[in-house]
């Protein structure tokens, strides 16, 4: 892995990782809320023969430094745009995952000759046209019982067959981030509202969500799905927040296949 630094006009310094064939296109991904890059592990490895994959901490994760203040979507969108110039990448396939897809959907549209196919997972388009978790799952994310709420998030991102000890998860967050900086994430998630920038999306883009997500409902997709000219939409079965983990391996066709297609387009 090559670790970059790319510095931004607000003093912030992303921190950056590399691995793969440089002379090989570009892959940018895009993680959940309140994550590093740890959030690839084990998942960004099924990519490096085709890809040169590029992750970057948000700030207020990882290795980044970045001054404190409100952050939004699209000052995250700004810094991955930010980040392949530094890079010299003139278009990347980006693959967005929960809130990294609500990064995603800004970039693609805010910076639409740098995408050259997008994935979203697992997100939504946020706003009065979204839906929301339940108040139940709400109640769990939010117990005071650490170990309840690991309980909720294990149920919640996985199904009952993934069989894995938690511990071997990624996705349930960066542990050495502060509690300001997690509550930053939460309200940025909560105020992301792509509904009108949607229909500016111009790259050619898939629409994957699991079936029994509970996290961030299934039927979001089908609205990004409906918003976003030619969208194509894949609803895996049995599959909950984390699917694209779980059910890794029965993805790789589907990906395989569309980003195919995007670069012969």
Excluded at 164 to 172: N, P, T
Aim: hydrophobic share 40%.
């Amino acid at each position: 892995m090559t670790v970059v630094h790319v510095s931004r006009p607000d003093g912030a310094v992303l921190e950056v990782q590399i691995v793969g064939n440089r002379d090989a296109p570009t892959l940018l991904l895009l993680q959940g809320q309140a994550s590093s890059h740890d959030w690839w592990t084990g998942i960004r490895d099924r990519y490096e023969d085709r890809f040169q994959t590029v992750t970057m901490d948000y700030r207020g994760t990882g290795a980044t430094i970045a001054p404190t203040g409100e952050l939004t979507t699209g000052l995250l969108a700004d810094d991955a745009s930010a980040v392949l110039d530094a890079l010299d990448v003139d278009r990347a396939d980006v693959y967005g995952t929960s809130m990294g897809g609500r990064v995603a959907q800004v970039l693609a549209a805010a910076h639409p000759e740098k995408v050259r196919s997008l994935v979203l997972a697992c997100t939504s388009p946020g706003g009065a046209h979204a839906t929301e978790r339940s108040n139940d799952v709400r109640r769990e994310l939010a117990s005071p019982d650490e170990a309840a709420r690991r309980v909720a998030m294990v149920r919640l991102f996985y199904s009952p067959a993934w069989g894995e000890d938690a511990s071997c998860s990624h996705l349930f967050g960066d542990p050495t981030m502060s509690p300001a900086d997690r509550q930053r994430h939460l309200r940025m998630s909560a105020r992301h509202d792509a509904w009108d920038l949607l229909p500016d999306i111009s790259s050619p883009t898939l629409v994957i969500h699991g079936s029994d997500d509970e996290m961030n409902p299934t039927h979001n997709s089908r609205l990004l799905a409906n918003r976003i000219p030619g969208a194509q939409l894949y609803i895996h079965d049995g599959g909950r927040h984390g699917f694209f983990d779980e059910f890794a391996h029965d993805l790789d066709l589907l990906l395989g296949r569309f980003w195919t297609r995007s670069a012969s387009s």
